[in-house]
């Protein structure tokens, strides 16, 4: 089946620090892929929708400029955090969707990454 | 605006049948998905429905309504390990999935 690879699955660091993950589909095209925000006892919450060569379109509250979303290729898609706070602390979650067939194709999701920020 | 409704939590035996419920209001309808996600992980697809009717996949079968903006996920014979949250999802008419809150699934011996 579809398999995602997201990496790293942990980070600690400090405030102020920037934080890359990378999302990547390993063995099927994703035009598109999806970043997740997840806090605990609580749902999915989709941050932006990333086009292979183009801008991310994102969701309403989510800021631009604190998270950094290029999709490079048609098999990885990065975000990076910015300056991170506290309050950025969550389980960050990619997924993919495979660019042929209809619009039965599911999202397949990352392992998600666990981010603390002290 | 848009809904997705399901339980927050229920409880089950071990080896017994459990149903999941998920009703939904969405601006139009593209399929619906049912994911299980264990605690500290992420989601993992089960299934998929377009039409009326039940999809059966193993120990589970998912079933949908869209006159009734309604579906509910099934699974016999539980085990331990299906203690997980479930959770329901609905493309709307711009492919995008709408996401319920999840039914923490308990089961218990």
């Known amino acids: 089946g579809a398999v995602v690879s997201q990496h790293p699955s942990r980070v600690i660091c400090k405030s102020g620090t920037s934080v890359k993950i990378e999302c990547r589909s390993l063995d099927f095209q994703a035009t598109t892929m999806f970043w997740y925000r997840q806090f605990p006892k609580q749902s999915l919450m989709l941050m932006a929708t990333?086009?292979?060569?183009?801008?991310?379109?994102?969701e309403q509250g989510v800021e631009k400029d604190k998270f950094l979303i290029n999709h490079a290729s048609l098999t990885l898609s990065t975000l990076t955090v910015t300056s991170a706070h506290p309050e950025d602390s969550s389980f960050y979650i990619c997924s993919a969707r495979e660019a042929k067939g209809t619009g039965n194709q599911p999202q397949h999701f990352g392992d998600g990454t666990r981010l603390s920020i002290l | 605006g848009q809904n997705i409704d399901q339980p927050t939590e229920m409880t089950a035996t071990e080896g017994a049948i459990v149903q999941i419920n998920c009703t939904y209001q969405t601006s139009g309808f593209n399929g619906l998905f049912w994911y299980q996600q264990h605690a500290g992980e992420a989601p993992t697809f089960l299934s998929y429905n377009v039409l009326d009717g039940l999809e059966e996949k193993g120990r589970f079968s998912s079933f949908l309504s869209r006159s009734k903006g309604y579906s509910y996920l099934l699974l016999k014979e539980l085990q331990m390990k299906d203690s997980a949250s479930y959770l329901c999802a609905v493309r709307d008419s711009n492919y995008q999935l709408i996401w319920g809150a999840g039914t923490k699934l308990i089961i218990k011996p």
């Open positions: 990333s086009n292979e060569g183009s801008k991310a379109t994102y």
